[in-house]
């Protein structure tokens, strides 16, 4: 087939995804600010059903934030006290308690909120033996806090709240004694080795594991997270991020055997890009993001406990997270490159990534298969559903919650009847109960003909229930070679078990004629030799 009919049948297969998906979806895009996408065999983006829509913007008059400055109420913290958000950095919401905590950093605080995302708890700081910060109460206030992480022990059956204190050069871990007050347990400084060679400490993002391991992001380290153990002394550092491969580097790499020592001390140093934030799941693998707009090596990582990314591009696994390519807006004339702040896995295994830069998440299954793309940045609305600084996302069940740190609320995004049915897919079809998913699927192409995906499940169910040629169909549509492959190995040896009679008699009959056939011309042979000799 020549390339300009390739082309030719790529756009007419774009156009028609894209105009089926479009019918199915301007009632979907009518109540948002964005419109949903999706990306097909090609890599072009196509529109999509929407699988989230807006049910709430939450500020902090919204939160009950003018308790804090009533003298009477039992959250009180002083006359003045912020009603609003101010540039807060981190949310995260602790599964074990179904509550939500902020760090409201430019107000110095730490909040705790309940389900409806209502006030019960805020902290300006903690008691507890430390020279940092200590006011005339004795108290040590909290600085720019940047990250927060809420676990219950395993050892104790205590809650525990991990704060990353970011301009106090410090984080800490602190038990909750009511709705105002904390005590320190552990604090956790700059360690005093050799191996951290960075002049400062400052905490950006933390968290733990079941083990009470912590994990510290810090600013201007690049070897990896800083790791403490249950005690709060110093392990190492985990999962550093690998050098980007540019041809730049790769010059300079062959330079550098042939250069002089004065040639190599005045090269640019090559080094890791740090990233900006982490999860970790149920099982303990830790999720990073990296925040670098240029940056495509470890943009997003899952590490085993020793801190390998399992998933490796190198090793041959095909892995992308964000867009495909940088968007141009012509409002501004610059073009737009993901950054990637921020990563949540939910407790259903769906990895929630959020994109600084566009304002969007990119929703992936434990497979990395992209599930959906929504939300937008926008710097002339103020329309719910479009940011101006998404700092940090969280997920609860199936729920997404966005802290804007400009715009100083919480934007929750709930599932649409489109979403709510690629989820209950998905989950069957993760759990390899592929037949189990069927329907489901089945529904997803009724509602957006374009997605993908769906073709895929489709085509390990018939694969799994026997019915080869229509997996063939459903495989060929989706573009998977592999999965095609596949099926037409089964269908090939289905055809041969069926029609094995009829084959074998057809052989048989074939011999059997070749038989005749030989006999005969050896019988011909012999008559006219036979012919020859009378003859004579």
Request: net charge negative; charged share 25%.
């Amino acid at each position: 087939m020549s390339r300009n009919k390739i082309s030719l049948k790529r756009m007419i297969s774009a156009a028609l995804a894209a105009g089926l998906a479009l019918t199915m979806t301007v009632t979907a895009f009518a109540d948002e600010p964005y419109t949903a996408y999706n990306y097909d065999y090609w890599d072009d983006a196509i529109p999509s059903q929407s699988a989230y829509r807006v049910e709430k913007t939450v500020t902090g008059a919204d939160m009950g934030l003018d308790r804090l400055s009533d003298p009477s109420d039992p959250l009180y913290i002083s006359d003045d006290a912020p009603a609003k958000l101010s540039d807060a950095k981190d949310l995260f919401y602790d599964q074990d308690n179904d509550t939500f905590w902020v760090c409201d950093s430019g107000n110095n605080r730490i909040l705790r909120l309940d389900t409806d995302l209502k006030v019960t708890g805020c902290y300006t700081g903690f008691t507890g033996s430390t020279e940092i910060s200590v006011g005339e109460d004795g108290r040590s206030t909290f600085l720019n806090p940047n990250g927060i992480y809420v676990k219950k022990s395993i050892f104790d059956d205590k809650l525990y709240v991990y704060i990353a204190d970011t301009d106090n050069s410090r984080a800490v871990k602190c038990t909750v004694e009511s709705g105002t007050e904390m005590t320190l347990v552990q604090e956790y400084t700059k360690p005093d080795t050799k191996l951290y060679d960075s002049e400062t400490f400052n905490p950006s993002k933390i968290l733990a594991d079941k083990a009470e391991n912590i994990y510290v992001v810090c600013k201007s380290v690049n070897t990896g997270s800083v790791q403490f153990n249950k005690d709060g002394e110093f392990q190492g550092f985990y999962g550093a991020n690998r050098v980007e491969v540019t041809a730049a580097v790769i010059a300079q790499k062959l330079w550098r055997k042939i250069a002089s020592n004065e040639q190599i001390s005045a090269m640019t140093r090559n080094v890791p890009v740090e990233y900006a934030n982490f999860d970790i799941d149920a099982d303990g693998f830790i999720y990073t993001v990296t925040e670098a707009a240029n940056t495509t090596t470890d943009a997003v990582k899952k590490l085993n406990p020793a801190g390998y990314n399992i998933w490796d591009n190198a090793v041959g696994d095909e892995y992308s997270f964000g867009d495909v390519d940088s968007e141009y807006d012509s409002t501004t004339n610059k073009t737009y490159k993901c950054r990637l702040t921020d990563i949540c896995v939910s407790d259903n295994g769906t990895i929630n990534v959020l994109d600084y830069e566009n304002g969007r998440v990119f929703q992936y299954d434990k497979l990395c298969n992209l599930l959906c793309i929504f939300g937008t940045k926008n710097s002339t609305s103020d329309q719910a559903g479009s940011f101006l600084g998404p700092n940090a996302i969280e997920a609860r069940g199936n729920e997404v919650y966005i802290l804007d740190g400009t715009k100083n609320d919480i934007t929750v995004y709930t599932e649409t009847t489109f979403g709510n049915v690629v989820h209950r897919a998905v989950l069957l079809y993760d759990e390899g109960r592929y037949s189990d998913a069927r329907a489901d699927w089945e529904e997803v192409i009724k509602r957006d003909g374009g997605y993908a995906m769906a073709y895929v499940g489709l085509g390990k169910a018939c694969l799994n229930d026997g019915e080869y040629m229509k997996a063939l169909d459903y495989f060929k549509t989706a573009y998977d070679q592999d999965d095609y492959d596949k099926a037409f190995k089964y269908a090939r040896e289905e055809w041969l078990r069926d029609n094995f009679t009829v084959i074998m008699v057809v052989i048989i009959v074939l011999i059997a004629l070749l038989i005749v056939k030989a006999v005969l011309k050896k019988k011909g042979i012999k008559l006219i030799k036979r012919k020859k000799k009378e003859g004579n």
